[in-house]
């Protein structure tokens, strides 16, 4: 690795999945705002919409990840135009 470009202030972060709840520890320099208390010791928290333990690749489940009613608003544009067609 080139030297000088990577940073420095590499530490211990937990990362929240907000889909299912599950975190992990990784060292990061990710900025947070946020922490949790985990065993006495208080962590930086990132907070995760998706992550491998949720993601319908990974768990071979299909799951509908929708933050904010995308997927309602294709879908009610979809079925208008379906309606149209059968007219």
């Given at each position: 690795?080139?030297?000088?470009?990577?940073?420095?202030?590499?530490?211990?972060v937990?990362?929240?999945?907000?889909?299912?709840g599950?975190i992990?520890?990784s060292?990061s320099?990710?900025?947070?705002?946020?922490?949790?208390e985990?065993?006495?010791v208080?962590?930086?928290?990132?907070?995760?919409?998706?992550?491998?333990?949720?993601?319908?690749?990974?768990?071979?489940?299909?799951?509908?990840?929708?933050?904010a009613?995308?997927?309602?608003k294709?879908?009610?544009?979809?079925?208008?135009?379906?309606?149209?067609?059968?007219k």
């Amino acid at each position: 690795m080139k030297k000088g470009i990577h940073p420095e202030s590499y530490r211990p972060v937990v990362f929240k999945d907000m889909s299912n709840g599950e975190i992990f520890f990784s060292r990061s320099t990710a900025a947070t705002k946020e922490t949790i208390e985990i065993d006495g010791v208080t962590y930086p928290l990132f907070k995760l919409e998706i992550s491998s333990s949720s993601h319908p690749f990974y768990t071979g489940k299909t799951k509908l990840v929708d933050t904010a009613g995308r997927v309602d608003k294709f879908m009610s544009r979809y079925q208008k135009r379906m309606d149209n067609r059968k007219k």
